[in-house]
């Protein structure tokens, strides 16, 4: 296993329209977790899931944000209606859980652009 | 809420000279710091992970300091070269399992 892996790595939408992200984790992680970053500041936090239970939300989740991790594995993160507020770099992360340092490894992040 | 701070937002120095990043907490009670390093456009690549019980860790050129009670955390990069040339980001882990990152210090290495 190679790490932390995202698709698309970058994706261009117009306004209005839906888009969706897919991050697969490192195989026997079962946090993964979802940052968003804007330019010149540093990630911000989204959601996070244990297995396949999203466990909490940011505020910054707006209802036009919705993210999945089915069976535990892979997650997604869907952004509907976008809107240009949105153009960031969505990054994902994930950790082996409560044992260990708990250090979080993130994947290349998907750079979305809303024209 | 835990606030991270990271002083100075940019840095540009000669090549060979030592460089010293900080980085302040607002809630000392962390389960651990990483620092990250970001070239533009790109995602984030690990350097060092210091757990709250350690007081410093060094890799290769890279030392990084923690004093949870003050809340602050010093990252040293000896001898730099302009391929240290990027953003450097600190986070905290909280104990309820989130990042809190700063918004970074820009470095630029001139050869």
Not at chain 1, 41 to 46: S, Y
Not at chain 1, 58 to 67: K, N, Q, V
Not at chain 2, 16 to 38: H, K, M, P
Request: hydrophobic share 30%; charged share 20%; net charge neutral.
């Amino acid at each position: 296993d190679t790490g932390v892996s995202q698709d698309p790595r970058h994706k261009i939408t117009k306004r209005g329209q839906n888009v969706t992200f897919r991050c697969d984790p490192i195989s026997e992680h079962n946090r993964l977790y979802w940052y968003r970053q804007t330019l010149g500041q540093g990630p911000e936090f989204l959601t996070y899931f244990q297995n396949e239970a999203q466990l909490e939300k940011s505020r910054l989740l707006s209802d036009r944000f919705s993210a999945e991790r089915p069976k535990g594995s892979f997650s997604t993160l869907e952004i509907q209606r976008t809107e240009q507020g949105d153009s960031a770099m969505y990054l994902c992360a994930s950790s082996p859980g409560t044992s260990g340092t708990r250090e979080q490894y993130f994947g290349p992040g998907t750079r979305l652009t809303v024209t | 809420k835990q606030e991270v701070t990271q002083i100075p937002a940019a840095l540009s120095v000669p090549e060979g000279e030592n460089l010293v990043l900080n980085c302040s907490f607002t809630d000392s009670a962390i389960y651990n710091l990483q620092w990250f390093r970001q070239d533009p456009g790109k995602g984030l690549t690990s350097l060092l992970l210091i757990q709250s019980s350690q007081r410093e860790q060094t890799s290769g050129r890279l030392n990084a300091s923690l004093d949870k009670s003050s809340g602050r955390s010093t990252l040293y990069i000896a001898a730099s070269q302009p391929g240290d040339s990027a953003t450097y980001l600190c986070a905290v882990l909280s104990h309820d399992y989130k990042l809190s990152f700063g918004a970074g210090t820009t470095v630029t290495v001139r050869a």
